[in-house]
């Protein structure tokens, strides 16, 4: 792909990462990155018009490629870091994904360890078999995979046992609703499953310290959301490290 391949807008994309913290709020494990647009005069917004004037597949999977090339370049900036990047079923469901990527991540110079493809469960569900070898695949080169937004579609806890995942993320709606019963209970119950099948977890949303204490007693590994940090430049992550957290032992 080529960096200047026009994606059908004037505004330019460019990636800011939220960051992801121990679940004490003590240390900075990962970033996740999510895309914005950077408009001519410099200030920049939500992506949904640069994303709306794209007009064909070739656009939309141009712009995917300049995203993955992207977060794999920023990645080397914080090499104790995860680096977290969303991945459409289009993308993914293609035969040489795996191939492409990891030939990305070997150009690029990232240590394969250090990037994380987060997969929505439409994208698993469209091809099973093939999203499964896709993702043993990727990690046997060491990319690691999350199950991203869980709770907000089929979620079936079958996933967590039939596919290679490293990760499970609760989508921000299970995290909302933690202060009822019922939903405190789901959280509490997909949390110890997750961790019995040997995978980490991250809340998505996380708002109050209300959120956060309860999600620490739940067994949730990390966190992510407004309380620590909203999404920030590639500069105010450094300054973040800078100042607010100790940096991550490695591993």
């Given at each position: 792909?080529s960096?200047?391949a026009?994606i059908g807008s004037?505004?330019?994309?460019t990636?800011f990462y939220q960051p992801q913290?121990?679940?004490?709020g003590?240390?900075f494990?990962g970033?996740?990155a999510?895309l914005?647009?950077?408009?001519p005069?410099?200030?920049?917004?939500?992506p949904?018009?640069m994303?709306?004037?794209?007009a064909?597949?070739?656009e939309?999977?141009a712009?995917?490629?300049?995203?993955?090339r992207q977060?794999c370049?920023?990645?080397r900036?914080?090499?104790?870091l995860?680096?977290?990047v969303?991945?459409?079923a289009?993308?993914?469901?293609h035969?040489?994904f795996?191939?492409?990527?990891?030939?990305?991540?070997?150009?690029?110079?990232v240590?394969?360890?250090q990037?994380?493809?987060?997969l929505?469960?439409?994208?698993?569900?469209?091809?099973?078999g093939r999203a499964?070898?896709t993702m043993e695949?990727?990690r046997?080169?060491?990319v690691r995979?999350?199950l991203?937004?869980?709770?907000?579609?089929y979620?079936?806890?079958?996933y967590l046992?039939?596919l290679p995942?490293d990760k499970?993320k609760?989508?921000?709606?299970?995290?909302e609703?933690v202060?009822?019963?019922?939903?405190?209970a789901?959280?509490?119950?997909?949390?110890a499953?997750?961790?019995?099948?040997?995978?980490?977890?991250?809340?998505?949303g996380?708002?109050?310290?209300?959120q956060q204490?309860f999600?620490?007693?739940?067994?949730c590994?990390y966190?992510?959301?407004?309380?620590f940090?909203?999404a920030?430049?590639?500069?105010?992550?450094?300054e973040?490290?800078?100042?607010?957290?100790?940096r991550?032992?490695p591993g």
């Open positions: 792909m960096d200047a026009a004037a505004e330019q994309p990636l913290v121990t679940a004490d003590g240390r494990v970033l996740e999510l914005r647009a950077r408009r005069d410099g200030s920049v917004t939500g949904q018009d994303l709306a004037a794209i064909t597949p070739e939309a999977d712009l995917d490629w300049r995203i993955l977060a370049s920023d990645a900036r914080w090499p104790d995860s680096v977290a969303n991945i459409g289009r993308q993914f469901q035969p040489d795996s191939a492409r990527m990891i030939a990305l991540i070997a150009e690029v110079g240590a394969p360890t990037i994380e493809l987060e929505l469960e439409g994208t698993i569900i469209e091809d099973f499964s070898a695949a990727l046997a080169h060491g995979i999350a991203d937004d869980f709770g907000t579609g979620s079936s806890l079958s046992q039939k995942l499970l609760l989508d921000k709606s299970m995290v609703g202060g009822n019963l019922k939903a405190a789901i959280v509490q119950a997909v949390t499953l997750s961790r019995a099948l040997g995978l980490k977890v991250v809340a998505e996380v708002e109050t310290r209300e204490r999600l620490r007693i739940s067994g590994h966190l992510q959301g407004y309380l940090s909203p920030v430049s590639v500069e105010a992550v450094d973040l490290l800078r100042q607010r957290w100790p991550p032992e």
